[in-house]
């Protein structure tokens, strides 16, 4: 019988191995291990020598990748590393190795759209709104519209931004759910036998709380946008169904003219993409995050830390115990299965999408609430996207207590979401389905 990519050669990027704590090198592994699985001939291309700057060592990296004569690059483990490493911050590089120098088809598969890719494409990213530089949403355009990329998103509400910025060809763009690896499905599928009640912790809270990187960008943020902030973070408290970007976009909004222009807080402008990226990227996943975990009023373990461990010792408190940040994979998901009850908060860029986290517990065999994400219901239906979500305090304080009650209705939950993922959010039925179908777009072109 013939694999679904059989006689494709195909080049995979591999970030760097300890980059945010060796999560994303596991997870382009995996897809490798896919990919030839499937069918296709594999060249690994390590973005380590890229990042160090050793222009040498990836000149013989493009040589060989030359000679093997590839028929697509697929982004692993997420589309910015075969756009980062070979941005102006990294190397002289005035144009993308992939796409113009070797002029291969670049199948990217985004973490977050925003505010990721200005960050990408930028030809400078700046500290101070001084050293902010313009045309980011041309280089944005440039980038989308090549007619060598195939975009697929994990967050409608991100091709949705940017369409209202112009981005009309994102309309075209795919949506997806980011594949979870084979470890988290195998670990699961042995632990299916036991239906035990779990060992482990009651509440639990896994990744980072970006308290002390909150506390190091207060201290370079200008006064005027540290209003703006607590404009954003008043919403965001308020009203817990409203999206961080969005609660930025209209406290921006609220500016003086002036300080806007000032500040170069436009979004042709790297400033603005800048602050976007600190605020969602780090701070509504630190002090936002923390407030509304304490909403559960449960006692909670907090495993992780590992990209900002400073923020360990701030989360000592009485009801807070602060365990170990296990290393992703078999130990990761051996907890997940262990927890009764684990509860996350969306990561501050989301509009619509969501973790991977996610379904990497579900897949272990545990169990997790979540705030309510759009995107969640088109994964796994309304019913069940409804049962796991959460839009205010009081309802994750009330779920909480429902499914440690209820051990029988929470596995129930569990098994069927674990199914669905196996079913279809597997790197095999990722892969099988979106190359074959990017090529075909690209051929079309």
């Not at 360990?312 to 130990?331: F, H, K, M, T």
């Amino acid at each position: 019988m013939t694999k679904p990519l059989s006689r494709l050669r195909l080049a995979i990027t591999l970030p760097p191995p300890n980059y945010f704590g060796g999560i994303d090198r596991m997870r382009a592994s995996d897809t490798a291990t896919v990919l030839r699985a499937l069918g296709a001939v594999v060249f690994e291309f390590e973005t380590d020598a890229a990042y160090r700057g050793d222009s040498a060592a990836v000149a013989q990296q493009v040589a060989d990748l030359s000679a093997f004569r590839a028929d697509a690059v697929v982004t692993a483990s997420q589309a910015g590393y075969a756009l980062e490493p070979f941005s102006p911050a990294y190397s002289d590089q005035r144009s993308n190795v992939f796409l113009d120098q070797l002029e291969l088809p670049v199948i990217c598969y985004w973490d977050h759209l925003i505010p990721q890719l200005p960050r990408f494409v930028s030809s400078h990213w700046p500290g101070h709104p001084r050293e902010s530089v313009g045309g980011v949403l041309e280089r944005v355009h440039a980038l989308i519209t090549h007619p060598r990329t195939v975009h697929f998103v994990p967050d409608t509400g991100h091709a949705a931004r940017l369409i209202g910025m112009g981005m009309r060809e994102l309309s075209d763009a795919k949506f997806f759910v980011t594949s979870i690896p084979a470890a988290y499905i195998n670990f699961g599928k042995q632990a299916q036998q036991d239906v035990g009640p779990a060992s482990g912790p009651d509440v639990a809270f896994f990744g980072n709380i970006y308290l002390a990187a909150t506390r190091e960008i207060d201290q370079q943020l200008p006064h005027p946008l540290l209003g703006v902030r607590d404009r954003a973070m008043a919403m965001l408290e308020s009203d817990w169904s409203l999206a961080p970007f969005d609660a930025y976009v209209k406290a921006l909004q609220w500016l003086d003219d002036d300080l806007r222009v000032r500040y170069n807080l436009d979004p042709d402008q790297s400033f603005y993409w800048r602050f976007l990226f600190d605020e969602l990227s780090v701070v509504t996943n630190g002090n936002l995050r923390l407030r509304k975990l304490r909403a559960a009023d449960r006692p909670m373990d907090y495993f992780g830390g590992f990209s900002d461990p400073l923020s360990r010792n701030l989360l000592q408190a009485p009801a807070w115990s602060v365990r170990e940040s296990l290393p992703y994979g078999d130990a990761l998901a051996a907890q997940y299965r262990r927890t009764r009850v684990a509860i996350d908060i969306a990561n501050g860029p989301f509009i619509n999408g969501f973790s991977p986290k996610l379904f990497e517990c579900f897949a272990s065999g545990g169990f997790m609430l979540t705030s309510a994400q759009a995107d969640i219901a088109t994964a796994i239906g309304p019913a069940l996207a409804g049962a796991i979500g959460f839009s205010k305090p009081d309802e994750l304080a009330a779920k909480v207590d429902r499914f440690l009650t209820n051990d029988r209705e929470r596995r129930e939950i569990s098994g069927e979401i674990q199914r669905i993922i196996e079913r279809e959010h597997t790197a095999t039925a990722l892969l099988s389905r979106t190359i074959p179908e990017a090529l075909e777009q690209i051929r079309a072109r």
